[in-house]
DNA sequence: GCCATGGCTATTGTCAATAATAGGGGCGAT
DNA sequence: ATCGCCCCTATTATTGACAATAGCCATGGC
C-alpha cells in the first residue's frame, strides 16, 4: 500500500463525532435561548446550519425529543418545546425526590477520594464561571453532581436523576448566565463537600434539594411574566 | 375522481402501524423468551421475520435498545441484553422507590371513578389470565397499574415508573405464565383495591412494593441456577 | 511452529432520490 | 359575499443502493 486511501482521521471528524457535534449544537442552540420555545425546527434549515447531512440532522432531532427539550409532530416537524408552570413544578418535584433519595444513599463520612475528586472538579467549575465560558459552566457543573450522586452507588438511579437534569436544562440555563445565580451555585458546591466530610445524611439531602430551588423559582417567574403583558 | 388511487387503510396497516408492531413483535419476542438473552439480532433477519424494511426494524432495535431490553454496539450489531444479579436488584432498587412514593402521593380514600376503572381492568386481567393468554396478561396487567399510579398525580413521575416496569419485563414475563403467581397478583390487585377505598396510605404503598417481589425473587433464582450447573 | 499481514465476508452506517402528507391559498359555485 | 373544494407547496417519511467497518481465516515470512 503506497497510496493510502484515506487520510486517517484529521481533518475528518469521524462521522461519530459530526453526529455528537450536531446534537450539542442544537441541544446548545435551545437551552442557551438562541432558539425560542415554540420555534419550528425544519430539517433542511438545521442541515444548511450545521452543515450536516439529513440523517444526522433526524437522529439529534429524534434524540432531543427524548430528551424532552424537543417536541415532533407526525408529517409536520419539529418545535422547541415549552413546558408550562404546571409541567415544570411536576418534573421538579420528580427530580427532587430522586435527588433526595440518591444523597441519602451516599455512605458518609464519603472517602477522601470522593472529596477530591469533587473538589478538582469544583476548581474546574469556578474556572469556567470566571472565564464565563456558558458552554464550561454547564459542561463542569453537570460533571460535579453526576460525580456527587454516583456516589450512591445506584447507576440506573443516576441514570434517571440525569434524564431530569436534562429535562430542566432549558430552566438551568439561564442561571448560568446569571452572576448572582452563579455566586450561590459555588456556595452550595462548596458546602456539599463539607458535609460530605460529616455523617449528616439528611443535611446534605436536604441541601441538595435546595440547590436546585432558585433557578425553578426564577424560571417560575420568568414564564408567568412572559405569559401576562402579552 | 372515479378511480381512487389507493385503497384507504384496509389491507394497509399505515406505516404508523407497521412500525408499532414490529416494535411489539420484536419485544415479544424477547420478553418471552424466544429470544435468548445474547442472542444476536441480525437486521436482515428480522427484517425477514417481520416482513418490514431495514429502517422499521433499525427504529425498533432503537426503541428497544432505550427501552433497555436489547443493547447495540456500534458497527457490532444488536443483541438481546442481559442483567446480572447485581443490576437486577439495583434496577429494582430504584423502581420500589418510585413505587413507594407514587402510591404514598395517590389521595385516599380513592374516588369511585377510579375504583370502577381499577374493577374492570382486573375483570379483564382475570379474563385473559383463565385464557392464558400470554400477551392478553401483559397488557391487562400494565394497564392496571398504570391507571393505578396515575391517580398519584404527577404524569413525570407515571411515565419514570412505566420506564422501569418496561425494563424490567423481561424478568416479570415467566410470571404472567406462572399459575401460582398469577393467583397472587391477582388477591393483590384486589387487596389494593380495596386499601384504595380506605385511608391507610402507607399500607397501600408497601402492599405495592410487596407486589413485585415475588417476581424479583424468582428470576434471582433463576438465573443463579443457570449460571451454577453449567 | 508462530506471528504478522492481507483480503474476504458478514453486518451495520450513510446517503440522496422518491413517495406521502398536511396545510394554505385561490377559484368557482351558490 | 361566503362557503366548500381542489390543487400546490413546504415538509417529513421511506426506501434501496452504496460505503464503511470489524472480525475471521488463510497464507506467507521468519
Redesign the pocket.
Known amino acids: ?1 503506497t497510496a493510502e ?2 487520510l486517517p482521521e484529521l481533518q475528518t471528524p ?3 463525532e ?2 455528537a457535534e450536531v446534537i450539542r449544537r442544537l441541544e446548545e442552540d435551545i437551552i442557551f435561548g438562541r432558539f425560542a420555545p415554540g420555534l ?6 438545521l442541515m444548511q446550519r450545521y452543515g ?5 440532522v ?2 439529534a ?1 429524534f434524540q432531543l425529543e427524548r430528551q424532552g427539550i424537543v417536541l ?7 418545535t422547541v418545546r415549552f413546558y408550562s408552570a404546571d409541567e415544570v413544578r411536576q418534573i421538579y418535584e420528580v427530580r427532587e425526590m430522586l435527588t433526595r433519595q440518591a444523597a441519602l444513599m451516599i455512605a458518609l463520612p464519603a472517602p477522601d477520594s470522593l472529596i477530591d475528586q469533587l473538589s478538582e472538579l469544583q476548581r474546574h467549575y469556578c474556572l469556567k464561571a470566571d472565564a464565563q465560558d456558558m458552554r464550561g459552566i454547564h459542561e463542569t457543573n453537570d460533571a460535579f453532581h453526576l460525580a456527587l450522586f454516583s456516589a450512591c452507588g445506584n447507576p440506573y438511579l443516576v441514570r434517571s436523576l440525569q434524564d431530569y437534569m436534562n429535562l430542566t436544562l432549558p430552566m438551568r440555563a439561564k442561571n448560568l448566565a446569571d452572576s448572582e445565580g452563579l455566586a450561590l451555585s459555588r456556595r452550595q458546591h462548596e458546602l456539599m463537600i463539607e458535609l460530605l466530610k460529616g455523617r449528616d445524611s439528611w443535611a446534605l439531602a436536604q441541601l441538595c434539594v435546595d440547590h436546585m430551588q432558585y433557578s425553578k423559582a426564577d424560571y417560575l417567574v420568568r414564564i408567568s411574566n412572559d405569559k401576562k403583558p402579552q
Open positions: 500500500m486511501p484515506t469521524s462521522r461519530e459530526e453526529q419550528r425546527l425544519v430539517e433542511d434549515t450536516a447531512s439529513r440523517h444526522f433526524r437522529q432531532l415532533r409532530e407526525k408529517n409536520v416537524g419539529a
